[in-house]
């Protein structure tokens, strides 16, 4: 670690030693389970480059950033409209969620029976181990679970900066309603903060960044419908969660090449596995960095993956903005529109999210669907039965796990995914 | 050729050695602290041509023995066809897993349930209660089922169980009723798996619980189907693992 990082870090308030320990971990993880993969396309180095520096060169632009003016806001969701925020003049960046820490101070705070997603966020910050956070002006909550909604009370007590979204459960016109008048409430929030008027040109311009970095993940998810598939599921996952914080034109740009490379691969009939093993979609919670347990288990036996429904995946990329419109209440509507659209299993009913399910399955040829819950993650949890149901309806075979962070499960995880790629032989 | 089949379980090591579909030697023996110790001394007293390895130490049969390995969903499965031609669901209660499986009029698994992390329901719970209750664990299920009555344990989680049947102790409830209960709780837990994979037909039970008389008797209540039992039903997966080892 350079001695730049090291003061940096320490100027953000960061635990030193913890925090020493984390990238010590995270690193030998990403050698285990990245660097050990065969076939890898050469471009993904750019991942291997991204997680190197992830806590170092990515958190120095960030506050070059903030030297320049611009202001820097964190978030745990995808409903939080990055448009919006690239109009305003600042930064959006996705906050570490994706690991235990500090869970014996968490339990101060939380309920055991709480998602790991949200201990490790409550973690990342009484451990002061995460410099996005200590880093950001505004970090925004947004009223998804129940779990997030409470966990957000105690997180504004620890922050001097928290601004949290309310969001509709409804897809009726009422909800539309209401989550126009948040967005327009964050807008305001958004132009208090960096003092920067937005009008109809920034909004466009905001819209057309997030939509660039948006295409070039499509792009790459679309030749993963390829058979054999030329990229791992392992990787495909990482391209969506460095989505969360990376600068968006260096990740649309860097994200193309590999898609070159991959249309290279794919005009060669080279896979990243054999052309016979089994294809499987996964479905439910996010995974956030370094949350790569059940995927390294599904491809260390011999399946890949080739989709991930997901917030950390196609639920929270699929859509882009429109960018047509002349008025900033046009271009505001369009931003309403595509984050609407967004089918989380917050909503109720939510009939969208098992056709999405079920098209992707079809899309990217999968051969079975694996449902990811996380315990304690009750909307996902739920409707994984109805998930299961419908796909099974179709003829597709359903495996429904559910996990946390820990790595206590993974020797029944391991037999429980072998058994199904069994059944699909 | 000789084909071998061994299942690594939590509890015991077993070992299946067929010539032309017949068995020509089985062995058991506790898998103790030493899995890959005890699963080589079965090996080497034993004489086969290639062996097929299962259960959840599989992978360090795989890595020190070079034995392809499938999994005990698969073995169980293939193992109960042996003896019972046209089951199409099987429960097997093991000493850390408790698994309900579906299969095909072929034999082909179409679904499985299998408990997470936690031992409720399996052998393993059934161990330590019987260890509260002074009961020898192989008179258990006899000692169980002598009970006219049963004291209701509604929980299914060990930690929890013990509270109860610590509770139940101390109001002086008649032990054997206790562990009419407890067997009760393990059935309960089975039959919500068994549920879920659909029930089709007859049911096997295999894996070491499966000799547990009470168990066997509540289930037959409690389902109202045939349940079949095979003749060494802790032998059925490393039976199973021979016979796809044969067919390989």
Same mark, same amino acid.
């Given at each position: 670690?350079?001695?730049?990082?090291?003061?940096?870090?320490?100027?953000?308030?960061?635990?030193?030693?913890?925090?020493?320990?984390?990238?010590?971990?995270?690193?030998?993880?990403?050698?285990?389970?990245?660097?050990?993969?065969?076939?890898?396309?050469?471009?993904?180095?750019?991942?291997?480059?991204?997680?190197?520096?992830?806590?170092?060169?990515?958190?120095?632009?960030?506050?070059?950033?903030?030297?320049?003016?611009?202001?820097?806001?964190?978030?745990?969701?995808?409903?939080?409209?990055?448009?919006?925020?690239?109009?305003?003049?600042?930064?959006?960046?996705?906050?570490?969620?994706?690991?235990d820490?500090?869970e014996?101070?968490?339990?101060?705070?939380?309920?055991?029976?709480?998602?790991s997603?949200?201990?490790?966020?409550?973690?990342?910050?009484?451990?002061?181990?995460?410099?996005?956070?200590?880093?950001?002006?505004?970090?925004?909550?947004?009223?998804?679970?129940?779990?997030?909604?409470?966990?957000?009370?105690?997180?504004?007590?620890?922050?001097?900066?928290?601004?949290?979204?309310?969001?509709?459960?409804?897809?009726?016109?009422?909800?539309?309603?209401?989550?126009?008048?948040?967005?327009?409430?964050?807008?305001?929030?958004?132009?208090?903060?960096?003092?920067?008027?937005?009008?109809?040109?920034?909004?466009?311009?905001?819209?057309?960044?997030?939509?660039?970095?948006?295409?070039?993940?499509?792009?790459?998810?679309?030749?993963?419908?390829?058979?054999?598939?030329?990229?791992?599921?392992?990787?495909?996952?990482?391209?969506?969660?460095?989505?969360?914080?990376?600068?968006?034109?260096?990740?649309?740009?860097?994200?193309?090449?590999?898609?070159?490379?991959?249309?290279?691969?794919?005009?060669?009939?080279?896979?990243?596995?054999?052309?016979?093993?089994?294809?499987?979609?996964?479905?439910?919670?996010?995974?956030?960095?370094?949350?790569?347990k059940?995927?390294?288990?599904?491809?260390?036996?011999?399946?890949?993956?080739?989709?991930?429904?997901?917030?950390?995946?196609?639920?929270?990329?699929?859509?882009?903005?429109?960018?047509?419109?002349?008025?900033?209440?046009?271009?505001?509507?369009?931003?309403?529109?595509?984050?609407?659209?967004?089918?989380?299993?917050?909503?109720?009913?939510?009939?969208?999210?098992?056709?999405?399910?079920?098209?992707?399955?079809?899309?990217?040829?999968?051969?079975?669907?694996?449902?990811?819950?996380?315990q304690?993650?009750?909307?996902?949890?739920?409707?994984?039965?109805?998930?299961?149901?419908?796909?099974?309806?179709?003829?597709?075979?359903?495996?429904?796990?559910?996990t946390d962070y820990s790595q206590e499960d993974s020797g029944q995880l391991q037999?429980?995914?072998?058994?199904?790629?069994?059944?699909?032989? | 050729?000789?084909?071998?089949?061994?299942?690594?379980?939590?509890?015991?090591?077993?070992?299946?050695?067929?010539?032309?579909?017949?068995?020509?030697?089985?062995?058991?023996?506790?898998?103790?602290?030493?899995?890959?110790?005890?699963?080589?001394?079965?090996?080497?007293?034993?004489?086969?041509?290639?062996?097929?390895?299962?259960?959840?130490?599989?992978?360090?049969?795989?890595?020190?023995?070079?034995?392809?390995?499938?999994?005990?969903?698969?073995?169980?499965?293939?193992?109960?066809?042996?003896?019972?031609?046209?089951?199409?669901?099987?429960?097997?209660?093991?000493?850390q897993?408790?698994?309900?499986?579906?299969?095909?009029?072929?034999?082909?698994?179409?679904?499985?349930?299998?408990?997470d992390r936690c031992a409720?329901?399996?052998?393993?719970? +059934? =161990? $330590?209660?019987?260890?509260?209750?002074?009961?020898?664990?192989?008179?258990? !299920? #006899?000692?169980? *089922?002598? /009970? &006219?009555?049963?004291?209701?344990?509604?929980?299914?989680?060990?930690?929890?169980?013990?509270?109860?049947?610590?509770?139940?102790?101390?109001?002086?409830?008649?032990?054997?009723?206790?562990?009419?209960?407890?067997?009760?709780?393990?059935?309960?837990?089975?039959?919500?798996?068994?549920?879920?994979?659909?029930?089709?037909?007859?049911?096997?039970?295999?894996?070491?619980?499966?000799?547990?008389?009470?168990?066997?008797?509540?289930?037959?209540?409690?389902?109202? +189907? =045939? $349940?079949?039992?095979?003749?060494?039903?802790?032998?059925?997966?490393?039976? !199973? #693992?021979?016979? *796809?080892? /044969? &067919?390989?």
């Amino acid at each position: 670690m350079s001695d730049e990082n090291r003061r940096m870090w320490s100027e953000l308030g960061l635990n030193l030693r913890a925090h020493d320990q984390l990238l010590s971990v995270l690193s030998n993880a990403y050698q285990d389970i990245y660097l050990s993969q065969q076939n890898r396309p050469e471009s993904t180095s750019y991942f291997d480059d991204v997680m190197s520096e992830i806590h170092g060169q990515r958190i120095q632009e960030l506050m070059r950033e903030k030297q320049q003016g611009r202001k820097i806001v964190g978030s745990y969701c995808v409903f939080v409209p990055e448009e919006i925020v690239q109009a305003a003049n600042a930064t959006l960046v996705g906050l570490c969620s994706g690991a235990d820490f500090a869970e014996e101070e968490v339990e101060k705070y939380l309920p055991r029976n709480t998602c790991s997603l949200i201990k490790s966020s409550l973690g990342f910050k009484l451990g002061r181990v995460c410099p996005f956070l200590e880093g950001s002006d505004m970090i925004v909550g947004e009223n998804t679970c129940d779990g997030k909604k409470k966990f957000y009370e105690t997180l504004s007590d620890l922050v001097p900066n928290m601004y949290v979204m309310d969001l509709p459960q409804m897809k009726s016109q009422q909800g539309r309603q209401m989550l126009r008048s948040e967005f327009y409430r964050f807008l305001e929030a958004m132009q208090d903060l960096t003092g920067f008027q937005v009008d109809a040109t920034a909004l466009r311009n905001g819209i057309r960044m997030v939509n660039e970095k948006r295409k070039a993940i499509h792009r790459l998810q679309s030749l993963r419908t390829a058979d054999p598939a030329p990229i791992s599921g392992l990787d495909a996952l990482l391209a969506n969660q460095i989505f969360l914080y990376e600068d968006p034109r260096r990740f649309a740009r860097e994200v193309h090449k590999i898609c070159d490379e991959l249309e290279q691969r794919i005009e060669r009939g080279e896979g990243v596995f054999p052309a016979n093993a089994p294809r499987i979609l996964v479905s439910g919670c996010p995974m956030a960095v370094p949350n790569w347990k059940v995927p390294h288990i599904v491809e260390s036996a011999g399946a890949v993956i080739v989709g991930e429904e997901s917030c950390v995946g196609e639920r929270g990329n699929r859509n882009t903005t429109e960018e047509e419109g002349e008025s900033l209440e046009e271009l505001m509507e369009a931003v309403v529109d595509r984050y609407f659209g967004i089918d989380c299993a917050i909503f109720t009913p939510n009939p969208d999210r098992t056709e999405h399910i079920l098209d992707m399955a079809k899309r990217y040829r999968a051969d079975g669907v694996i449902h990811y819950g996380l315990q304690f993650c009750q909307p996902y949890l739920m409707e994984s039965f109805g998930v299961e149901k419908s796909l099974e309806d179709k003829g597709i075979p359903v495996l429904r796990l559910e996990t946390d962070y820990s790595q206590e499960d993974s020797g029944q995880l391991q037999t429980r995914v072998e058994a199904f790629l069994e059944l699909l032989k | 050729m000789r084909a071998a089949g061994i299942d690594i379980g939590s509890r015991s090591v077993k070992l299946v050695v067929l010539r032309d579909g017949k068995i020509i030697h089985s062995a058991i023996a506790d898998t103790g602290y030493d899995p890959q110790g005890v699963a080589r001394g079965l090996l080497d007293q034993a004489a086969w041509d290639y062996v097929l390895a299962t259960g959840y130490g599989r992978t360090m049969a795989q890595l020190h023995f070079q034995a392809p390995t499938v999994t005990e969903i698969k073995a169980h499965a293939r193992g109960v066809r042996h003896s019972c031609t046209d089951c199409r669901t099987v429960l097997d209660i093991g000493g850390q897993d408790t698994k309900a499986i579906s299969l095909t009029n072929g034999g082909k698994v179409t679904k499985f349930e299998m408990n997470d992390r936690c031992a409720a329901g399996t052998g393993k719970f +059934l =161990e $330590i209660m019987a260890s509260n209750l002074g009961f020898p664990l192989e008179d258990f !299920g #006899a000692q169980a *089922l002598r /009970a &006219e009555e049963m004291q209701q344990i509604s929980s299914m989680c060990t930690v929890f169980a013990e509270s109860e049947v610590t509770s139940a102790i101390a109001k002086g409830a008649d032990r054997r009723e206790i562990a009419k209960g407890l067997h009760m709780s393990v059935v309960r837990r089975a039959t919500a798996m068994l549920k879920r994979v659909s029930l089709t037909s007859e049911v096997a039970f295999t894996g070491g619980v499966a000799r547990n008389a009470c168990l066997l008797h509540l289930l037959r209540e409690e389902l109202q +189907l =045939e $349940i079949l039992v095979p003749d060494n039903p802790d032998m059925t997966g490393a039976l !199973g #693992a021979a016979l *796809l080892a /044969a &067919e390989a």
